[in-house]
């Protein structure tokens, strides 16, 4: 990537006279958020370059950082990286001459979380300073400049005033607002510092916000709002980069990140403020919802100077006429037709006899067939629309054909390249694609066959299905907001919407899925989902300070030390101790296997070191009900249930605890009985090949303990 | 004033320091992006911005040939205009310009001519006396229905054709040459000049839609005998560019001198004891008032002009100051209260109630239309329709480069709308959703709600201002 040869120079070496002070402004771009909320059209194209009122989203927010005189960018791809960089440079903000900024860098990386990125970037140090995080669909004519002389001004003042987060006052009800899920912040005017945040509805699903009396007893005034737009817009330090690396479960950068660093503000003494802004324009096209909200907040000049007659893209021409109504050159409008306000209509594209477009969005090359009805449809370029066709509120993708006389009703969505055949009606709930994905999990897609009952004889397309609603436990937050984009398409949408896969609100359920690739091993889920809040705080710092110790060679009593002063801190039971252990030393030893230990020897190593600190979490040696160590045995094979070869390491690993005595023979043979290690399929299955050792301790206990070792040693070797 | 520790936002102060350490074409985009978003924004700031840029480019221009420079500052002009077609003032500096390099290559070609009286072809060289036989023998050529079937398709292409990058060079329209014998044949290209406009006052035509009919290629009119002639001239030994960029310097001073000029004609018409009433933040109006105040005691009501420029409005009243951040270059002054003048301050919506003790109305001015029609900030049109009601005298004061050539044919593309926000707080989500706001930054007034221009030549009426543009226009440059 060409830094931007000449100007570059020229404003380096005019920097360099008043420099010391000015460092360059450096900006992230979030290209891809990690979502599929713009399924299906994120199939086939990157969600950055989909058209909002027939402008890419990135050139909005490149635009935004042009703006805020931004003069380092860095692009963080995700899916479709071909695109984006054949876009990218092809665009004016690579080009030598055009582009404000001095470079701009790509950066693709394998990342399937907000989080992975983040720790990526920290570990590739590229910020410098102070940053700004931006997605790649911030539309906001806002000028920066007093949020970051806030920033820069508490920085000076205090180290420790890692963030600014600029948000927009939008009162109670506002369409550009997130509708259903909807963030809180307290906040304590008199330092602008943010205190607490959280997801309505949060984890637990209710509406209640829990505030610690902490804050309440602690600051003169708090706010607790709702009525903010978070657009989005980090100025970041780079310990916020640092925070993401520590903490290697975060992975939602609201929910995850900015929840949990405002809570463990008396650990790392780390603050994150606001800045409210009550004038200009700024959103995150977020999902449908708000893509509809943006888009006419756009057509009717709320975040001016970002309309369409300001020509954002080279080659635009579009002309505002009275009444919001933009059309660029060459549109060819028979004489009868109507165009009624808030519509754009983009190049060569022509309309017929006795067409009624209003409140619509049409891009360039585009045939509207005769009488014609569009209300409130966003359709892409190169679209044909059949004679007598009516479309409402609704997503006509590129390429996307209609035959004649069809209905598409408000809510549904086509997606590139469909074709739909002659009088066929389209219900709000369906989205017609024409590919699918190959696998899951992979960009790759491929054309499906299409489903004539659907798209008529001769169309192509057929309804897609996300392969995530499976699994997925969609709170009901993005039915509301679909449902509030197409009011229509109301109740009969939660089963389609499943697949709009939350990042902010589903933290829990995406940690458990990403489980075995990006490394997030406090799975608290799968065996005990009734966590506290407070426990799952422990949760995570007690099992990755273990881990790390593990990792370093900590002594046994050290990590002993520190696990007692964190449970203290925070109250957690010993069964969460005993759970932090496992989880740490199972990813320890998963870790040992994939470097090519072999896993008896790498049980070897993580438990033999550590006797001391194993036996200090159960207390129930003496007692004939071992109940302390069959929960540790269970945890440790529940943790094991979805880990590679996950049966051996419990054989082994249980072989090694009796052989260590830290779990008596009795404790083992109560775990094998009772009912909670047999639970469902996975907690079987895992246990299988234990059962040696069972047979094995049955055997010994009621015969002589001769050949013990002998027979120990085989059991490992049958490995 | 500029960059302190903290990033600051591009605007006109960056601008014209980056102009100094970058290359010409990276600044004509930087400048481009700035105008289409607003972050350089009105006749001074536009205009100080362009000329900068130009005196830039001649200076970075490499040979002799004239025609080569005039083609050159014209594409720029082309790519300024499109960005920000309603910034009209870009334009007009562009024509200034290059008005600036024909006369500069005549005047030589004329001293080549007499020396050498080389008599195939005489050309008489272009002084503005001589002006007015030619557009009339020329327009005689046209009747004037085809004026009007003419009308609508230069307006828009003059907008349209210019937007749009790549077809820029195709679509261009003839150009126009003032030899009478050189009559152009299809598309009208004198619809812009001034008799056209008064063959045709007043009437936007009714068919105003554009017709997306590409006007027809344009490209072989370079070579038009006028450009052959500048072609010719590289031969002469003259400095072309020494000459343009002390014409460029001139027109730099011209600007900075505007509004002391404008202020020499107060005491003329600022009579004792008059009450005035005026609009907007202009430091031009605030000039002219204060230079008045010095010899006589009048009484100022001030409209306030919201909702766009009255934050302006106040502190112009209350520190003389428009906007710390913005106009570094401008001097301050004092503001209207500590001369001594009573300044009161009143609404839009009372304009018409206190008219009729109004003596005189001062008009500042966005831009200025070549049939006397001006373009300035909204609430202008009411506050002279008020006047006229009362038969109050009605005075715009504008700088000279506020003149354009440009004829309203479509008034509409003239206004440009702003920030919906600024009339209803974006907070009202209700109100967001269910209901339409407009907010033009611009009202067009046309002609006959005017009395008097005052520039800094002196006071003008506006059915001569015509003539004003013909001095300070050549035909040739009216469609960039």
Redesign the interface.
């Known amino acids: 990537m060409p830094p931007k040869g ?2 570059a120079q ?2 380096e ?2 920097k360099a006279q ?1 420099d010391e ?2 460092e360059p ?1 450096q900006a992230v771009i979030l290209a891809d958020p990690f979502e599929t909320r713009f399924s299906p059209f994120t199939l086939e194209h990157p969600r950055c370059l989909l058209p909002l009122a027939n402008t890419p989203l990135i050139e909005y927010t490149f ?1 935004f950082l ?5 003069e380092d960018v860095y692009v963080y791809c995700g899916a479709h990286r071909d695109q984006v960089e054949e876009y990218i440079n092809e665009s ?1 903000w690579m080009s ?3 582009s ?1 900024f001095s470079k701009l860098e790509l950066i693709q990386s394998t990342s399937h979380s907000i989080g992975d990125a983040m720790r990526d970037l920290d570990t590739r140090g590229l910020l410098v300073g102070d940053f700004l995080l931006v997605y790649g669909d911030v539309v906001s004519n806002l ?3 007093s949020a ?2 806030q920033h ?1 001004a508490r920085r000076a003042k205090d180290k420790n005033a890692i963030m600014t987060m600029v948000l ?10 997130a509708q259903g899920t909807s963030p809180i912040f307290v906040i304590d005017p008199s330092k602008d510092r943010c205190l607490h945040f959280e997801q309505m509805p949060n984890k637990e699903q209710s509406h209640f916000l829990s505030i610690d009396p902490l804050t309440l007893s602690d600051h003169q005034e708090i706010e607790i709002r709702q ?1 903010l737009i978070d657009c989005g817009i980090d100025i970041c330090t780079p310990d916020v980069l640092a925070l993401w690396s520590d903490n290697f479960d975060f992975q939602a950068p609201r929910k995850g990140f900015l929840h949990q660093v405002l809570k463990d503000w008396e650990l790392n003494g780390k603050t994150i403020h606001t800045h409210i802004v ?4 700024a959103a995150r096209v977020r999902n449908l919802h708000a893509y509809d909200a943006v888009s006419k ?1 756009i057509v ?3 975040a ?2 970002l309309c369409p007659d ?3 893209v ?11 109504i933009y ?1 660029e ?4 409008l028979a004489r009868d037709c109507v165009i009624n ?2 519509t754009v209509i983009g190049r060569s594209t022509s309309v017929g006899d006795g067409s009624i477009i209003s409140n619509s969005i049409i891009g360039r090359h585009c045939q509207i067939g005769r009488g014609v009805k569009i209300d409130g449809a966003y359709i892409w370029d190169h679209v044909n629309i059949g004679d007598g066709s009516i479309v409402n509120k609704s997503i006509i993708a590129s390429e996307a054909s209609l035959g004649k006389r069809c209905i598409i009703e408000a809510g549904a969505l086509i997606s590139h390249g469909v074709s739909i055949g002659e009088r066929k009606t389209i219900l709000g709930t369906q989205r017609i694609t024409r590919s699918k994905r190959k696998r899951d999990n992979s960009d790759e897609v491929v054309r499906g066959e299409p489903d004539t009952a659907i798209v008529g004889a001769g169309g192509s397309g057929f309804e897609f299905r996300d392969s995530e609603e499976e699994d997925e436990d969609e709170p009901v937050d993005e039915l509301v907001a679909r449902g509030g984009l197409y009011n229509l398409a109301s109740l009969s949408f939660s089963a389609e919407s499943i697949s709009t896969l939350n990042s902010e609100s589903e933290e829990d359920f995406q940690i458990s899925h990403q489980r075995s690739e990006a490394g997030s091993f406090v799975s608290v889920g799968s065996v005990d989902s009734a966590t506290s809040h407070h426990a799952h705080n422990f949760d995570h710092d007690a099992a990755a300070s273990i881990y790390d110790s593990l990792v370093e060679g900590h002594e046994s009593a050290n990590i002993q030390l520190e696990l007692t002063s964190l449970r203290m801190s925070t109250n957690a039971s010993e069964h969460q101790v005993r759970r932090a252990v496992v989880v740490a030393f199972v990813k320890r030893i998963t870790q040992l296997i994939k470097a090519g230990t072999s896993v008896r020897d790498a049980v070897a190593q993580v438990f033999g070191q550590h006797q001391d600190l194993l036996t200090r979490t159960m207390f129930d040696k003496n007692a004939s009900n071992k109940t302390d160590q069959v929960d540790f045995l269970v945890l440790l094979q529940g943790d094991l249930v979805n880990k590679d070869g996950g049966d051996s390491i419990l054989l082994s690993a249980a072989t090694k605890l009796v052989e260590m005595d830290v779990i008596e023979d009795d404790a083992m043979v109560q775990w094998w009985e009772g009912p909670k290690s047999s639970e469902d399929e996975g907690m079987r299955k895992v246990r299988e090949k234990t059962q040696q050792l069972i047979d094995f301790l049955n055997q010994s206990s009621e015969e002589e303990d001769s050949e013990e070792d002998e027979e120990d040693e085989e059991d490992d070797d049958s490995e | 004033m500029v ?8 605007g006109l102060s960056s601008y014209l ?2 102009l100094k ?3 010409v ?2 600044s004509v ?2 400048l ?2 700035l105008l ?4 350089i924004r009105n006749s001074r700031p536009c205009a100080v911005a362009t000329l900068a840029l130009l005196s830039r480019v001649v200076g970075e221009f490499k040979g002799r040939d004239a025609a080569k420079l005039v083609e050159r500052i014209r594409q720029i002009g082309r790519r300024l205009t499109s ?1 920000q077609p309603r910034e009209v003032v870009v334009g007009n500096i562009i024509r200034r310009v290059l008005g600036l390099v024909r006369e500069v290559v005549e005047d030589n070609v004329e001293a080549v001519t007499e020396a050498t009286s080389d008599a195939g072809q005489s050309h008489p060289a272009h002084h503005d006396s001589l002006h007015r036989p030619q557009l009339i023998s020329s327009i005689s050529t046209f009747s004037p229905l085809k004026h009007a079937s003419a009308e609508p398709m230069d307006s828009s292409s003059h ?3 210019n ?5 820029e060079m195709s679509k261009r329209p003839p150009l126009l040459t003032s030899h009478t014998s050189y009559a152009p044949t299809s598309t009208a290209p004198l619809v812009n000049s001034l008799f056209g406009l008064f063959s045709h006052p007043d009437t936007p035509s009714a068919s105003n839609t ?1 017709t ?1 009919v ?1 006007p027809p290629d344009g490209k072989g009119t370079l070579t038009s005998l006028n450009l052959e002639r500048l072609a010719d001239s590289s031969h002469s030994r003259f400095d072309l560019k020494g000459e343009v960029m002390n014409g460029i310097q001139e027109i730099q001073d011209e600007l900075e001198q505007t509004d002391d000029s404008i202020a020499d004609n107060a005491l003329h018409h600022i009579h004792s004891n008059e009450i005035i009433l005026t609009h907007t933040a202009s430091s031009t109006v605030q000039k002219f008032l204060l230079a008045a105040a010095r010899k006589r005691k009048f009484t100022v009501v001030h409209v306030e002009t919201h909702p766009h420029d009255h934050t302006a409005t106040h502190s112009i009243l209350l520190t003389g100051k428009k906007r710390d951040a913005e106009d570094d270059e401008e001097d301050s002054w004092k503001p209207l209260r500590s001369a001594g003048i009573q300044v009161v301050m009143i609404p839009d919506s009372h304009v018409y109630a206190i008219m009729s003790q109004v003596n005189k109305v001062i008009l500042a001015t966005h831009t200025v239309l070549a049939n006397g029609a001006l373009v300035a900030a909204s609430g202008a049109r009411m506050i002279a329709s008020a006047a006229k009601a009362h038969q109050t005298p009605v005075v715009v004061v504008s700088g000279l480069y506020k003149l354009s050539p440009v004829y309203p044919f479509d008034i ?2 003239l206004i440009e ?6 009339v209803v ?6 109100f ?2 269910l209901v ?4 033009p930054l611009y009202d067009y007034v046309p002609a006959d709600l005017v009395d008097l221009y005052i520039t800094n030549l002196g006071g003008h009426a506006p059915s001569y201002l015509y003539r004003i543009v013909a001095d300070h226009y050549r035909t040739e440059d009216i469609n960039l």
């Not at chain 1, 927009?168 to 607002?177: D, S």
């Open positions: 000449k100007k020229g404003s070496k005019s008043d002070r000015d402004l635009e042009a703006n805020a005189g931004v004016k030598q001459v055009a404000p000028p920066l400049e970051l002389a820069r927009r006052e939008a009162g109670t009800r506002h369409r550009t607002k009525d009550t004038d200009h324009y907040d009717s000049r709320w001016y100077p300001s020509n954002l080279r080659g635009q021409t579009y002309r505002l006429q009275k009444g919001n059309k050159d060459g549109v060819i306000p808030k | 960059t302190g520790a903290v990033v600051t936002a591009p320091k980056s350490s970058t290359p074409e990276p985009e930087h481009i992006s289409k978003r607003r972050q960005a907008y349209s054709e937007m749009s990058d790549s077809g554009p997306g590409q509409d593309e709308y702003g920030d919906a926000g600024s707080p974006y907070e009202d989500g209700d967001v959703d339409d706001v407009e907010n």
